[in-house]
Structures are given as C-alpha cells and as structure tokens.
C-alpha cells in the first residue's frame, strides 16, 4: 500500500537531518531506509520518533512526462491524495499567482494552514490519516517559488523561455537551512555551495558535484520540510542537539580539571604526607577518646571531691596533650622534609648549590603545598579538640539531667545505723549494692542559728564549681600548639599570594574558638538550668524538715519560757498533758529522714536529725527540773506564811495591841486556811507527779514538805484555842481602851490652848517668821502623835466591835495649825522672793514664773484673812501681795516677744522715759518707783496689738515664704537652641491665689496699721504678677499656633506684613523667654516694670496677625 507522505521522504529527510548537523555533504534522494538514517543522525537513540517506526518502504519517486507543446507531471499515489495533472506552465501560473502577494500589489488574506501533531504519528496511523499532507485548500502552504518573491518580470521570463535559470543563495541569519534561498546575483554566490533554479528543478552545486531534484519533487520537499519542522522533536533538535555536545564536553573538562586538581593537590595521593595524616588521624582518636571532666558512674561527690576529681583528670590530660603536641610536630616536621628532599631530589637541586629564579619559584610553590598541609594538621587537631570539648560538655549534661526520671528515695536510719555504715565504708568492706541509682552529689541541709534551714553547698557554689571545671578545660584543650605557627617550621610556611599578612595573620585560639560557639554555649548553659533545676528540687524536699523545724523553734521557745509559763498558775493537768505530748514526740522525731536521694543529689540530713531529735527530751528535762522548783518554791512560800502566822495566833496576848494582832491574824487564818490546804495538796500532787515520771526529789524538799503538814496542823489547833479564849481576852482589855480615851482628849485640848498663843499674832515678829514658825512646828510634831494614837484606838473599838470615839477638837486642832503654818510660812517665802525680785533687772524677769507666784501667794493670803479674822498677820501680807498685783501685768506686757520697736517708742512716749531691757540696772523697784502702773492699761493695748500684729505678720511670712524660691517651669521647645516655653504653671496660680486671699485677709484685720505699707506693696506685686501670667500665658498660646505657621516660606511670601509682625513678636518672646531661663523666681519674672504691658501688645499683634490669616484662608 503507497503512502504519500512518504513520497520523496528519503530525500527530505535527508536534508532536515543535513541541516540540523550543519551538513553540505550531499545525501542520497533514492529509496532507503529511514531507520538506518536516524542511527546515523539521531543522537536521542531509543526515543520515540519518525526516524525509528517501523515502516514500509515506497518507491512514491513521481514519474515525469514531458510534452513538446506541454510538459505534464504526473503524480501517482495509492491513494489519489495528491494526484494531478498539472503542466509545468501551469504550475508557474500559479506561483506567479502567489508571488502577486508582493507588497506593491494588494494581497488576499491567506488561507489557515493547520497545525502538524506534535510528533509523527505510528505506522498505521499514517496509512489511516495523512490529511495534514493533502492537497487540500486548508493544507496548503506557501510554495517554495512564492518564498522567493520574484517579480512579475522574472516569473514570465521563466514561462516564456524554460532554458532561463536564476541563481540562488542561503539566506543571511538562517543558519543554513536547505529551503531558506533567496535570489542573488552571480557576483554573490559561493563557488562551493550554490543553487541555480530553472523550469525543469533546482541544482545544488556543492564543491565539484551537483545534484538535480525535479521542481515537483522539491515543492513538495519543501512543503513536507515546512512541516515538519513545526513538529516539536524537529523544531528543538538543534538547540538538543547542540546542549547536549555542549553538556558532554564540559563535564569531561570538568572531570579531567578534577581529576588532575586531586591527583595533583591532595594530599592523599603524596605518601609522605598521607602516612603522616594517618598517623596523625590516629593520634586525634586516641586523644579524641579522652574527656576533659569525667563523672565515674556510681560515685556520689561532694563539691570538694568533684572538682579535685576534675583537676586530677584535667592534669593528667595536660600531660597527654603536651606529648601530643609534640608527637604532631615531628610528624609534620619529618613528612615535609621528605617533601622538600624528593622536591630537591626530582629537580636536581643540590644543597650547596645556588638556585636559579625558576627553581626558587618551583621550590616557593612546593612550600605553599606544604603550608595547605601545615593548615590542615591545625584544622584535623582543632576539630578534635572542639569536639572533645563538646562531647565533655555533653556527657556532663546527660549526668546532671538524666534521661529517664530518678526515683525519690529518702531513708530514716537512725544515726547508729549511719554511722555502722559509714564506719564499714571506711574499713573496706563491701556494702549490699541493691542496684539503684546513685546520685552524683551529696548536700548536706543544716539549722543555722537564725532558725532557717541551708543547704550546703549551695546552688551558687555548684554553679561555680561547673564554671570553674569548664573553664580550666578550655585552658587545657589550648594547650597543642599550632604546627603552623611553630618556629621549626616556620621554613615551610608561604602565602598563597603576594601578601605577606596571610603568613602572620593572627589565629584564633581554640579556646576562644570553643566557648564562642552556639552550641557550647547551649550545652553549658542547659548544664547550669539543669543544675539549678536539680536544686530547685532539693529546695522543695527540704519542706519536709519544715514542721519539725517549727516545732523545734517551739519546743526552744517553750524550754525558754517555762519559768514565766508555770510558775503563776501551776496546772497539773497540763504538766501531765505536757509530758504525754513531749513522749509522743520523741518518737515522732524519730521519723525525720537522715538522707534522700531527690535526683541527682545526695542529700545528708543526719546532722539535722540530731540537731532536731533532743528537742522533745529538752523540754521533758526542762519539765523535770521545773517541778523539783516548784515545789521548792511553793513549800518555802507556805511554810514562811505559816512561819509568820503561828508565832502570833500560838503567844497570849498581855496587852490590847497584841491580842487585836492575835485576833487579826486568826480571822485571817481562818479565811485563809483552804488556801493553805490547796497549796499543800498541790505540792503533794507534784511530789506524786515525780514519782509516777520516776523522777527523784532531793531529800530536803521531801523534809519541807513533813514541816508544811506540821505546820498546817499546829495552826489548826491554835487557833481553836484562841477562839475558845477571845471572849474572856475582850472584856480585859475593853477596859483599857476606855480608861486610855479620856486621857488622849485631854492632852489634845491642851494642845488646842497652846495655839492661841499671842506669839502666833504678834506684828512684831513680821519681819523674823522663823521664832513663830519654830514653835508651829513643834506643837505639830505632838499634834500628828496625838493623831496616831487616835487612829490605833479607834482601830481597837473597831475589831472589839466597841463603840468607836470621834475624836472632833483633834481635826479642828489639824486645821488650825496648818493653816497658821501656812501663814507665817508664806511670810518668810514671800519677803525672800520680793527681795530677789526687786534686785532682778527687767530684762531677766521671768514673767510666767512672777505671774505664778504671786497668784499662789495672793490665794494663800484670802484663805488665811478669812479664817484667822483676828490676827494681823494675814491681812499685812495681804497687802505686800496685791501691792505687786498691778506690776504684774505690766511685766508680762513690757516682757511680751512680740514688741517691736515701734512698739517701744509708744511706750516710752507714755511713760516719758526711756526702757532699755538690756540695761540691767532698771530693775523691777524702779519701774515701780516711776509709777509706771499709771499707764497699765495703755501699755497692755500696745501690747495686745503687738501681739496680733505678729500674727499677722507670721501670715505674710508664709507669704514670702511660698514665693522665695518658687521658680517657673521653662520647657525647651522643639529641640531648638535657646527655645523655650513655659511649662504647666498650675502650681503657681494656686498659689497665686491662696496667697492673694492671705493678704486681702491681713489688710482687713484692724491691727494692721504697723505693716499696712508692707501688705500693700505685696497685695500690687501679688496682683501685677496674676495680670502678667494671664498675658503671658495667652501670648504662648498665640505664639506657638502662629509659629508653626510662619516657619513656612510659603506663608511668609504670601502675608509679608504679619510675617513680619510675628517676627517682631518672636524676637521679643525669645529674649523674654531667655531670659526667665537664667533666671527662673516666679515672683521676679512675672514683676518686671513693662512686662504685663509688652505681653498685651505682643497679644494685639497676634490677634491682629491670626485675623489676617484667616482672613487669607478664607479666600483659598
């Protein structure tokens, strides 16, 4: 079966193939096998495409037939898809037709050509389907003549004479496509690759040979070319084609570079320096294996041990990596000398010979290798030494946070048992292991002395301690000394380039290299939380010491107040309560934990334990000794009051005194008596309380005790006697208290005559009280034994149950001479201060005491005058006293703080003399003297308005006081040099005004009028200053809005003349504003002569100016 795509396909095939490999060798038109083509040119083998399908071979070659009068090509087909009969006139009719499309001439709007598959389809769809190959009007393509675009003239020559040709070239910028021709001249073409085109076909002459295809043949050619190019394997395979060449020629280049940069450069391939690598990797491992801090498992520490332990490990390691410092050195030292003499050995380079420039440079190149080696023996030893430093501080933390959670475990041995523990440690022997976790430090917790529980160490130390281990860790890993930077091998050392400062660049010590690393740093950091952690968890524990802390604290406070607790109210019920507790809880206190293990810490409490355990048996003992002293105590308490009171009840009375005694005393044994058995049966209770608790009691307490029950058995019987006797022992002595009244009353009527002596009224002892005052005195001695007396024997009726004297002349006797003695007392005292007083000066008086006495003094005289009518001693002192009553008050008043001088110069214009207070010869006689009294009245007026003047004057203190130092608040503004504003002056009108209603209230006062001039002036300046604050405060507030404003040159081009009144208005609220800065008082900033009226015109000038730029506003 024919196939019309095929027809010709070898040949167009052939040159779509040619192209893409940029071929002029001429290639077969015959029939062939397209297979074998595609194995030839296709360099994506084993991809599915035209080139490998399956397909029969056609000859579809078309047969020629030319006439004489009209050539005609026949074109068979199976199919009949493209047969015709079309003369080759014909055919160039129509390519003329086509070629009408020229640019001059008006073109039909071509028709749609359809689109090719994307790729060729299989065998049998091509036999089923080639409709994209028709003849078909939607088919057709552009002809390869129109593609010429030749011109009516040369189109008709080639119909008219068939001999004519034309001579045909690659187009420029086509990459040598086979079908991309144009016309050229024959000046233009190549000699060695051209195309003539004629009726009959188309030539390619390509070097000496040529080769004809029919025109037929190659529209058609052309026509399957065409598209078979929008087919996308066709139409990308030069660009595959050439990537892919592209692609395997660099990667060989690549791999050869490679191969020859290892080969040259690595280190590996060179045996010395490969042995001396190994030999070094090794030596890394076997440091690398070490550690620089090692917790051994199942060992617990303490802080001391871990860090000694620490150290040890560490100096060891020390040791280790000094050798290895060395070791390295020697192997670096020996590969590159074995380096240098195979280098001197290959070249030919004898030691004592004098290099050339060539050799020098060669053995400079070599030394840079040797330099590349030198670096990397650094980089192997600090990359082993940063990571023994990170897999230290990783296996330390995997000791201080545990993986898998640790069981608490606390243990209550009693300190027997801990110390059979410790003791069998200490021997050597082995201990049970039960396989348990073994904490990794022991703490221990204490009682300090304020009363709080330590544990110790504390977080703080461990902390330290870790940071202390570390740290002399990262000392010990900075011990290997870099091979590059060491001396003896300084001879190898070169830079890569030109510059000198990579040699003696300064390297970073690995130390510094390690503690700035992230992870370091986190690991170590996760070490100290998780230390922190652990002892936050020990903190917790420890709570459980809390209650028997609390109870210690109780139990101490308790052993230190059970003196004061007991000894008022003994309470056996409690003591026995108190007993039971204390037993309880000394077997409670047994319980307190000895150690625990909370995580990675050993806790160690013995020490508390015995701390804490002997508290119960402290207050037991305290107990103990307690009672022996409080039966002590209450057996001599009882038995000293019984002491006292059987002497007394067990003697006869023989006089009225000692059987009212007697009588006394049995009435009070006999009240008392159930309190004397109380006592006794509490001390026996105590005694029995001892016994019980099997505590021993002295012997001597225990004989107390025998003299208590004596005692209390002979007051008993005594006093039954005394009673059985009292009757018989009260009408004796009854008599002898009435014969004992009579007697007494008559000694005190004597005593009574003996006042009225006329020495006590005589005017002539006045001046010489003393002899009156001697013989009062006197008779008051016997007056007050009198009453002694009384008072015993009016007691004695009382407890007879006689009939009690009173004893009325005595008492009026009492008054009497008190009052007498009183009198002449006051004689003698007021002649001694009259006289001091007359001798004193004015200015040293003590008004306040002068005042006093004479008031006592004049009280003392009224009484007397009234009742002693008849004696002219009363009213004579009477007189002495009101003659200093009028001084008085003119003392007080002449002594008053509050005079001033203006104050004393009216008063000595009353007086009409001058009053110096300093002067100490004016005394107080002499103001009498003077008759200054006369003018009492007048001087206690100046005086009272002294007074309120002062008052009114400490008002206008606080006044001055508020604006002495009170300063204004200066703000800069807007960060601008010497710019300021007033700040918030709140504070300062509050002031304003409180201080404004103080001065309104002084001016209405009427005592005023000495410092009515000074109120005045600060009531103007007060007011002045309210009126500037207010101007001041409005002119900011103008200023800062226009400002703003005027601050745009904008503005200021468009309002000139406010621009430059503001400007007027800024200059002089600078200056002020300065100004006020450097000096701030309120008072004196808000007074200046001028200010409150500037501050008004500046204020017009702004209304004036923000008018104006309203009124601009308004007409945009």
Known sequence: MSDPFFTGADGLTSRLYSDNNNSRAKLSHGPGSMTSLSRATDPYAGTQSVSNMPVKRRNLKPKLTMSRSQPTLKHESSRGLVASNLSVTDMYKAAATENARHPLIKRKAPRNVPELPSAFPGEDEMADDASYLSDDSNATTRSFLSSL????????????????????????????????????????????????????????????????????????????????????????YRAWKNFTVWKKNVKAAKIATASGGITGNLFLFVPA?????????????????????????????????????????????????????????????????????QFLHANKIQADHKMTFMERASLRSECRKLTRFLRLTDFMVIDMLRDLAFE????????????????RVILTQSAEEVAAAQKAKEEGKEVADDGSYKPLFTVVVSHQADGQLEVGPSARSFKEGFQNVVHQSLKVIGIPERVSSHEEL????????????????????????????????????DIYAALDGAFESVEDYIDVFTPYQETFRANAAYVDNIQESYRENVDLDLFRSEIEKYTGMRTSFEGIPSAANIGIFSVDSIDLKMKLM??????????????????????????????????????????VDMFVKRKKVVATSNLEMQSYKEKQTLIHEMYDLMNNQGWVLDEKKKASLTIIDESVTSIENNIQIAEANEEEDTKRFAAEIEADIPVLSKDIVELRGT????????????????????????????????????????????????????????????????????????????GNLTADWEGTALGKVDAESLEKQVSQYGRTVFKCTKNLPGNPVAPALKEQVDAWTPVLPLVTDLRNDSLQDRHWEQINNLIGFQIDMNDESFTLVELINRKCTDHADEITNIATTAVQESVLQEMMDKVTSIWKDQEMIVLPYK??????????????????????VTVNTVLGSRYVGGIRDFVEGWRKNLILFQDTIDEWMTCQKGWMYLETIFSSPDIVRQLPAAAKMFQTVDKSWKAIMKLTNDDCLAVKACTVAGRKELFQTHNAALDKIQKNLEEYLETK
Not at 503 to 525: G, H
Not at 801 to 806: F, M, S
Not at 976 to 982: A, E, G, Q, S
């Open 392 to 407: 230290s501080v990783q296996d330390a933390l995997e000791r201080v946070q545990p993986k898998d959670e640790i069981p």
């Open 273 to 341: 320096l490969r042995d001396a690598l190994i030999e070094i990797k090794r030596k890394c491992v076997e440091i690398g294996a070490s550690r620089l801090f090692d917790i051994v498992q199942g060992t617990t520490y303490t802080l001391e041990e871990f860090v000694a332990a620490q150290q040890a490990i560490q100096e060891d390691l020390t040791v280790r990596l000094n050798d290895f410092s060395g070791d390295i050195h020697q192997i670096v030292r020996s590969a590159c000398d074995d380096i240098v003499d």
């Open 755 to 830: 006042l009225d002596n006329s020495l006590i009224a005589d005017m002539n002892n006045f001046a010489t009280p003393e002899t009156v005052i001697t013989f009062l005195t006197s008779n008051e001695e016997k007056l007050n034994a009198y009453r002694t007396h009384a008072a015993e024997l009016q007691d004695y009726q009382n407890v007879l149950n006689l009939e009690v004297t009173e004893f009325e002349v005595l008492e009026e006797v009492v008054a009497e001479l008190k009052l007498k003695l009183e009198l002449w007392r006051g004689v003698k005292d007021w």
């Open 975 to 996: 960060d601008v040099k010497d710019l300021y504003v007033l700040g918030d002056v709140s504070e300062i009108i509050q002031a304003l005004d409180d201080s404004l």
């Open 149 to 236: 675009q030749l011109t009516a003239m040369q189109m008709a020559s080639f119909i008219e004479d068939p001999g004519n040709f034309l001579y045909l070239s690659h187009k420029m910028g086509t990459n040598g496509m086979a079908y991309d021709l144009e016309v050229v001249d024959h000046s233009e073409i190549s000699p060695v690759d051209y195309y003539t085109l004629s009726c009959s076909g188309i030539t390619h002459f390509l070097g000496s040979s040529s080769d004809f295809t029919p025109l037929e043949q190659w529209e058609r050619e052309y026509l399957l070319f065409g598209r078979m190019r929008k087919i996308p394997f066709f139409s990308k």
């Open 490 to 525: 300084a001879a190898y050392i070169m830079a890569e380039n030109a510059d000198a400062e990579e040699v003696n660049r300064e390297e970073v010590p690995v130390q510094d290299i390690v503690s700035n690393d992230d992870q370091f740093e986190s690991t170590t950091a």
């Open 614 to 655: 002997p508290s119960p048996l402290l207050c037991l003992y305290a107990l103990e000794t307690l009672l022996p002293e409080l039966i002590d105590e209450g057996a001599t308490e009882l038995n000293d009051r019984l002491g006292e009171v059987l002497p007394v009840i067990k003697k006869s009375p023989t006089n």
